[in-house]
């Protein structure tokens, strides 16, 4: 198995193994790994959250989407949960978080890219899109530095495993970042995270995402966010952009509390056809 799995993933085969395996019942893995979902970011960062929930003795967790919009990024994370939930039997609660009117009001200067964003851009049909969603799937209106305390609070009743930030904008990144800030936050112990917004050529890391992410660093010492550094070796297709948009929010104070004499924890996204 070993020389097939090197042979089909030569850069001359690879595309042709591809279609192939996508027209055979592959195991959940095999599909994140040869990127056979709507969306493989998400399916790959939501698989790593059921392995990092299953690890941590969790029977379920959350996946959440931050900025709808149209719905079709929340509606492929409803198909990657059901195919992880299928084969694993983690339990995985979808959450998709939206101002629903576009994109809000800038904040003022450069940090959420004028040049770039208008208020009002990527509204939704709410009523088209609640009508496609699946009926357990949490879709959450409004301004996420309300939203996000609320949801915390009241309504989460499971750890977060897996966040997609596509807001556009650096300051509504920095509201929603807030759910691993909190003091009752509720997240694995590592979370695996999308940043949608991190590679345009106007992006650095003085607005943006990216500035949400360093200012989210020096503001909290028990949670850190970093690249999802092995992300890339379980990967086929190596090159591919969303790969550098992958990274991880490490629960630091979770992870002290953690008994010494505990195995570390594998990497589980190996090639099973």
């Known amino acids: 198995m070993s020389f097939l799995n090197t042979l089909i993933e030569e850069p ?3 595309r042709f193994s591809r279609r192939a395996l996508g027209m055979l019942p592959v195991s959940v893995r095999t599909r994140a790994r040869w990127e056979l979902a709507p969306r493989a970011h998400y399916l790959m960062g939501v698989l790593k959250a059921a392995d990092n ?4 003795g969790a029977g379920e967790m959350c996946a959440i989407e931050f900025g709808v919009a149209g719905g079709s990024g929340l509606i492929a994370l409803e198909q990657c949960a059901e195919m992880v939930t299928r084969e694993l039997g983690i339990k995985i609660q979808v959450c998709g978080f939206d101002a629903g009117s576009g994109l809000p009001e800038l904040c003022g200067d450069y940090r959420d890219h004028p040049d770039q964003w208008m208020p009002l851009d990527y ?10 969603l699946r009926p357990t799937t949490n879709l959450i209106l409004g301004n996420v530095a309300d939203t996000v305390p609320q949801f915390v609070a009241e309504q989460q009743s499971a750890p977060v495993g897996f966040v997609s930030f596509d807001m556009d904008l650096y300051s509504s990144t920095a509201a929603a970042l807030q759910i691993f800030s909190r003091t009752d936050r509720n997240m694995l112990r590592r979370t695996i ?8 050529d106007c992006s650095h ?5 990216l500035l949400a992410i360093q200012e989210f660093n020096e503001r909290n010492e028990q949670v850190k966010i970093d690249r999802w550094r092995s992300c890339r070796k379980q990967c086929v297709f190596k090159d591919n952009p969303w790969i550098d948009k992958m990274y991880v929010a490490h629960d630091l104070e979770a992870i002290s509390n953690v008994q010494l004499g505990r195995q570390p924890d594998q990497e589980t996204c190996s090639l099973k056809i």
């Open 193 to 200: 995270l999308y940043f949608d917004d991190v590679d345009f």
């Open 12 to 14: 001359v085969l690879r």
């Open 123 to 132: 509204a939704m049909d709410e009523a088209a899109l609640r009508r496609r």
């Open 53 to 56: 929930a299953q690890q941590q």
């Open 205 to 209: 890391k003085f607005a943006g995402e």
